[in-house]
């Protein structure tokens, strides 16, 4: 039995399936590609990003901190008192927020090096990459988890 499907002839029912999943696979490979630059975009925004939780019109004072840096406003308005920095552990808040860093800094790398072997479709078959990419992104989802269990502890 020959079938044509936008020119294509098929012998018989197995090449059907075989082609249509080589299309899906394709295309789902492209959106696991998307929403990975996607995770790392949203990540990389976590980690540097110094406004995480800031004041509020009932507020006592003014300020604001993130990750790895705390700032506060004084009551003249004017630049803002920052401290902490990412070449300065000893400058961080307090060991939570060091963790918390370490754990998120360590996402971002993953996260990085997981696009970066979307790269390697040229080079290796895509059963390799995904799995290579797949158990990264794995990881970095347990960091992230990690420092959310580790800071709703403490």
Partial sequence: MK?????????D??????TSYIR???AIGVLWGVFTICFAIINIVVFIQPQWIGDTQDSKGTGYFGLWMRCTVGPAGGPP????????????LNTPSKAATILVGLSV???LLCVCTM??????????????????????SKLSALNVWGCACN
């Fill in 109 to 111: 790398v993953l996260t």
């Fill in 81 to 92: 008192d920052c401290q902490g920095k990412l070449d300065d552990f000893a400058s961080l």
């Fill in 119 to 140: 790269l390697l479709f040229f080079f290796f078959h895509s059963s390799t990459v995904f799995h290579m990419a797949g158990s990264m992104q794995l990881l970095s």
């Fill in 13 to 18: 029912q197995s090449h059907i399936y075989t």
């Fill in 3 to 11: 079938k044509m499907e936008k020119n294509i002839e098929y012998t």
């Fill in 24 to 26: 899906n696979s394709k």
